[in-house]
């Protein structure tokens, strides 16, 4: 199966909004998104279900991201609003593969993309 392609990522002010894009999500899987900061660990940041009917989110973007999707389009999104320099990072989405593990977990997930880079400065 393929790898996940993020897109949408950019230099960005703080307060601004972004809007990032994975594909080709599968119309049955879970998927996550998470984000690496320099010199950071990688951490979780939000996960949909298949349906879309349940989401998840870190409390460091909680009220400020949205995460969705269109299956019609194998598509999922990061609404990103508000943004704040500590947002800076790539951002990666994956499929979530192995139930043994929650949801938040990167080792649950594969099918990892390249990233997409996300700058917050003034």
């Known amino acids: 199966q393929a790898h996940m392609v993020e897109s949408g990522g950019g230099l960005v002010q703080p307060g601004d909004s972004l809007r990032l894009s994975c594909a080709p999500a599968?119309?049955?899987?879970?998927m996550g998104w998470f984000r690496q900061a320099p010199g950071k660990e990688r951490e979780f940041v939000a996960t949909?279900?298949?349906?879309?009917?349940?989401?998840y989110y870190a409390d460091s973007v909680k009220g400020r991201f949205t995460i969705s999707r269109v299956n019609a389009k194998n598509t999922v999104y990061l609404q990103m609003n508000s943004l704040k320099p500590e947002d800076t990072a790539v951002y990666y989405c994956?499929?979530?593969?192995?139930?043994?593990?929650?949801?938040?977990?990167?080792?649950?997930?594969?099918?990892w993309g390249q990233g997409t880079q996300v700058t917050v400065s003034s």
């Open positions: 599968g119309r049955t899987d879970r």
């Open positions: 949909i279900n298949w349906i879309g009917s349940s989401t």
């Open positions: 994956a499929r979530y593969s192995d139930t043994r593990l929650t949801i938040d977990n990167e080792r649950a997930y594969d099918l």
